[in-house]
């Protein structure tokens, strides 16, 4: 079998080189930030320390791990599933192929159920459509009380969870279950979603790094959204709250449909680049 080469990185040579050398090869094969979390992901070090070890010899067999590395970042394969794992709030999560790579936006997410939650011992929360089980994993972290539980149609998704669960030592229920079925019978203080909410006519549109790898299943569907919503109203407990991210300019729309529903104190939060992207509301 072939193995994949990058300009400037020899595997299976021997070839002396420091990492500041590495690095800048690296740099003009893919992006400069991207090399360096490359870099630093093989060394096991922090970006920030990279500066400092520019002079240190980097051995042969981490020059040839970082050419395969490099290599599928250069097919365009996205940075976060080549590392393997990736950071969501204070949780460092495995992430692939099994789920979507969770992204500064669902951080927002997680930010409005931490507040809607403030005050309650020992809340039930629900997570529709958990994938990597990010958005679970940081409740279950920031609200030691919370009592989660993330569910998905994806017998993959929820292995993916599982395996997050354990990595971060967090308690974590996951179910197999179809929210277009209905959502398991509460009562749930809060329930959260990160649904499918890309319209299927917009696929050309996307980067090919999330079109082409990313799970088409959590990221199209025209339903998802209106199924939670609709699923939600009677297993949320009085008073308790529904919270979903929302795709660009699909918040007054989702709002709306929050309104007519019978949910109160609808309400849209913006994201780090300024777009409505959560939308929460409030059973009586």
């Keep these: 079998m072939r193995r994949p080469t990058v300009p400037g990185l020899r595997p299976g040579a021997a070839t002396e080189a420091t990492v500041g050398g590495v690095l800048a090869r690296l740099g003009r094969s893919v992006d400069p930030v991207d090399a360096e979390w490359l ?3 093989v060394l096991g070090t922090s970006r920030s320390r990279l500066a400092l070890r520019a002079r240190e010899p980097i051995a042969a067999a981490e020059q040839e791990r970082l050419a395969v590395l490099a290599a599928r970042r250069t097919a365009g394969e996205p ?20 789920a979507l790579i969770p992204r500064p936006e669902t951080e927002i997410v997680v930010e409005r159920c931490l507040a809607l939650l403030a005050g309650l011992d020992r809340p039930r929360v629900l997570d ?51 929210a277009f079925a209905g959502l398991p ?15 299927p006519d917009e696929r050309a549109s996307l980067a ?67 777009r409505d992207r959560v939308v929460e509301g409030r059973v009586p």
């Design 208 to 274: 090919p790094e999330v079109r082409d790898w990313e799970p088409a299943t959590a990221l199209f569907g025209r339903e998802a959204t209106g199924s939670v919503a609709r699923g939600a109203l009677p297993v949320l407990a009085a008073g308790g709250s529904l919270v979903l991210e929302v795709g660009d300019g699909q918040a007054g729309e989702v709002g709306a449909l929050l309104g007519r529903l019978g949910y109160r104190d609808v309400a849209a939060t913006r994201d780090l680049a300024g």
């Design 79 to 98: 940075l976060q599933y080549v590392l393997g794992e990736w950071g969501f709030r204070r949780l460092t999560l495995t992430v692939d192929r099994r």
């Design 128 to 178: 529709v459509g958990t994938g990597s089980g990010a958005i679970a994993l940081a409740i279950a972290d920031e609200h030691t009380g919370a009592r989660v539980t993330g569910l998905d149609v994806s017998v993959e998704a929820l292995a993916l969870a599982r395996e997050n669960a354990e990595r971060t030592g967090l308690r974590l229920q996951l179910v197999e279950h179809d």
């Design 39 to 41: 870099v630093s992901h």
């Design 185 to 199: 019978d509460g009562p749930w203080e809060l329930v959260v979603s990160n649904p499918p909410y890309v319209d």
